[in-house]
């Protein structure tokens, strides 16, 4: 079983930048490809990036050049990084094994607020 914390969100202007980290509990941390999903109030779950146990990335397009997810294996800990942040980028974030369903197990998340 593996377990997620988010953390590291916050109110943000645009153009600003924030860094989410995403703390691990349980075995095999490793082997898991992650994501991060962010959920704007009244839509659905997106999955906005993607990082596999090989360090490869995928992001969706609209966060394409800004966003970074990386991964660090000894400290079981995901993070996105997040620059030139845009309004429409406000959302709850959640980090998760990639494939996670929507009716599955997710955490609190971390709210990111971009507002003038």
């Known amino acids: 079983q593996v377990q997620f914390v988010e953390s590291g969100g916050g109110l943000v202007q645009p153009g600003g930048s924030l860094r989410l980290s995403c703390a691990a509990s349980?075995?095999?941390?490793?082997?898991?490809?992650m994501s991060w999903y962010r959920q704007a109030p009244g839509k659905q779950r997106e999955l906005v990036a993607t990082?596999?146990?090989?360090?490869?990335?995928n992001y969706v397009d609209s966060v394409k050049g800004r966003f970074t997810i990386s991964r660090d294996n000894t400290e079981k800990t995901v993070y996105l990084q997040m620059n030139s942040l845009k309004p429409e980028d406000t959302a709850v974030y959640y980090c998760?094994?990639?494939?996670?369903?929507?009716?599955?197990?997710w955490g609190q998340g971390t709210q990111v607020t971009v507002s003038s």
């Open positions: 998760n094994v990639y494939g996670t369903s929507v009716v599955g197990f």
């Open positions: 349980g075995s095999n941390f490793w082997t898991y490809a």
């Open positions: 990082i596999t146990n090989k360090f490869t990335t």
